[in-house]
């Protein structure tokens, strides 16, 4: 994961040489080098394929995740949904509605998921709370890039594209990722 962290934002960190190449020659060039290299990528897929895990497609997990989440909110309501819980969570288990006598208006096999699926969505909505501030984060973010660019076109920046300062992020990441994971 940490490589595949890292290979994304080397790819990021182009964007200084974008932005030279946008102040100094023009957009086309600042264009092009990032089409360039999204076309080398199907070459790069190519050599790698036979180290790359291929498995063979299983169905969508949404109908089954929608199936879950109104068993869950069926049997539990939406009180017990928002307080969450073993118990809430556990009411969606076949294991546990095959004990309680099955459900009610569901016809024989509709249930096609089995307990560690039901832990997985139970573990994929805790982490997904992390999120409930990205959008906060990002209006307040992309308010300070851009503030921070027309400030700089305002400076004295002696040849220096005014969107250089938001590149440094990729470049602080590439450098200091792997001193925190293997440091």
Known sequence: MLLYYWAINIGAFIKIGTSYAEKRIGFWLAF???LIIYLI??????????????LP???SVVAD???????????????KAWKGGDDFWNSAKPSKIEGEGGLKN?????????????????RTFQACKLFCFLPIFYMADGGLSSIATSMAGSMTTNGAPNDLLGNFNPL???????????V
């Open 65 to 79: 995740t929608f199936k879950v989440s109104q068993v869950l909110i069926s049997r539990g309501g939406v009180v």
């Open 41 to 54: 990528m199907p070459i790069v897929l190519a050599i790698i394929r036979n180290k790359v895990v291929k």
């Open 106 to 122: 569901k016809r024989p096999g509709w249930i096609n998921w089995d307990d560690d699926f039901v832990d997985e969505i139970k």
């Open 57 to 59: 497609p299983q169905g």
């Open 32 to 34: 092009l080098v990032p």
């Open 172 to 182: 602080t990441i590439i450098i200091v990722a792997p001193l925190l994971n293997y």
